[in-house]
């Protein structure tokens, strides 16, 4: 139990474009989602933080107009990169948990995004 | 503000060693603190959690302990093989359900 998928694995777009990233937990309901960046050779960096129904919160220096988050059910929270520049490609993970607390977070497979 | 340091940031030892990573932490008030794998260009994979009120925890060849009140963990690997090749990222939950993640270690494991 407790999978995390993400959609697309793999996206290479050109710059101006905007992306959406897809973050599914399959078989919970997931109250709360994150949604991490890792630049290479670096380690995940928290971007925000969203809880179903409610805006995001942000972490300093995340632009929330370029990261839309929207997490509109309980199984689905989506990133989208608007107006995306080189400086934006990296692997973006998200995560999701059940409840509040301290409950562990489970990891999806991540999405590589490439922009040219 | 958390900072989660992991030293070594590299590391390559012969198949058959026993080696041990160390992950230190600034603040003490976490809920918890978990061992990830990550494979490259891979997402992670969850390999021990341990709760602040534990001091260790074991699945198979990894043991992980934790000493919260001066900040520190360390993973321990035993018998290391080639297919433990991969990067080893520590992670704290603190308020907020904040999970801050350290730096990593890149493991190589030679046959």
């Known amino acids: 139990g407790a999978v995390v998928s993400q959609h697309p694995s793999r996206v290479i777009c050109k710059s101006g474009t905007s992306v959406k990233i897809e973050c599914r937990s399959l078989?919970?309901?997931?109250?709360?989602m994150f949604w991490y960046r890792q630049f290479p050779k670096q380690s995940l960096m928290l971007m925000a933080t969203?809880?179903?129904?409610?805006?995001?919160?942000?972490e300093q220096g995340v632009e929330k107009d370029k990261f839309l988050i929207n997490h509109a059910s309980l199984t689905l929270s989506t990133l989208t990169v608007t107006s995306a520049h080189p400086e934006d490609s990296s692997f973006y993970i998200c995560?999701?948990?059940?409840?509040?607390?301290?409950?562990?977070?489970?990891f999806g497979p991540g999405t590589r995004l490439l922009v040219l | 503000k958390q900072e989660v340091t992991q030293i070594p940031a590299a590391l390559s030892v012969p198949e058959g060693e026993n080696l041990v990573l160390n992950c230190s932490f600034t603040?003490?008030?976490?809920?918890?603190l978990q061992w990830f794998r990550q494979d490259p260009g891979k997402g992670l994979t969850s390999l021990l959690l341990?709760?602040?009120?534990?001091r260790e925890q074991t699945s198979g060849r990894l043991n992980a302990s934790l000493d919260k009140s001066s900040g520190r963990s360390t993973l321990y690997i035993a018998a290391s093989q080639p297919g433990d090749s991969a990067t080893y990222l520590c992670?704290?939950?603190?308020?907020?359900?904040?999970?801050?993640f350290g730096t990593g270690t890149r493991l190589a494991v030679r046959p």
């Open positions: 341990i709760q602040s009120s534990q």
């Open positions: 995560s999701a948990k059940t409840s509040g607390g301290a409950e562990t977070q489970y």
């Open positions: 992670a704290v939950l603190g308020s907020g359900d904040k999970l801050t």
């Open positions: 969203s809880n179903e129904g409610s805006k995001a919160t942000y």
């Open positions: 078989d919970f309901q997931a109250t709360t």
């Open positions: 603040d003490s008030a976490i809920y918890n």
